[in-house]
């Protein structure tokens, strides 16, 4: 993992089982980042610390950040979707 994070740093589990599934939680204790996975409770330990590595990689790596959606620029009316106001029911 990157993003300037301590030489010493190490990732804590925490592991919830809910019914048929198991809520993993890995916590990167230099950056203080934390990722969620679930899985099947019948799945290997191993699997489910490695799935939960992964995605605590993926958000410090910073790709779950989604780009704003740009209006049309060609348009001068055109506005960007998510500054929408709620509608009226009536």
Not at 28 to 43: F, K, M
Request: charged share 30%.
């Amino acid at each position: 993992m990157t993003r300037d994070a301590p030489p010493d740093a190490e990732v804590l589990f925490e592991f919830k089982r809910v019914g048929a599934y198991v809520q993993v939680c890995a916590i990167h204790t230099g950056l203080n980042i934390e990722a969620q996975v679930s899985g099947p409770a019948a799945a290997p330990i191993d699997a489910l610390k490695a799935a939960a590595v992964r995605r605590l990689a993926m958000i410090i790596n910073g790709r779950r950040e989604t780009p704003r959606l740009q209006p049309d620029r060609h348009d001068p009316g055109a506005r960007d979707p998510r500054d929408r106001k709620p509608g009226v029911l009536v």
